[in-house]
């Protein structure tokens, strides 16, 4: 038996759900027996991008026992661009020079 995470991170909270299985599963497998898809169902598990610690991986890709699996969500802003935004706003406010 071993214990897998499946963490799903909202702008106001990040939810960890903790699955316990005999055997080893895929990560589709452990997230659908987390059932974080009943509470969140615009987790679409077709074109979702997961991961492990932070390493992006394959929904086929084999768990082991503690990894911890993270669903992604679309970024809202691009990085790149907010932080442009935010250097140009503080040359016109002459913050930077």
Do not use: H, W
């Amino acid at each position: 038996m071993f214990t897998v995470e499946v963490i799903y991170a909202l702008l106001k909270e990040q939810l960890v759900f903790r699955v316990n299985m005999s055997e080893a599963c895929t990560i589709e497998e452990a997230i659908v027996q987390s059932k974080i898809v009943d509470k969140y169902p615009e987790i679409d598990l077709k074109t979702v991008k997961v991961g492990i610690f932070n390493q992006i991986k394959n929904m086929s890709d084999r768990v082991s026992d503690g990894d911890r699996i993270e669903i992604y969500r679309e970024l809202i802003a691009n990085p790149k661009e907010v932080r442009k935004k935010r250097a140009l706003k503080q040359r016109e406010e002459g913050v930077l020079k």
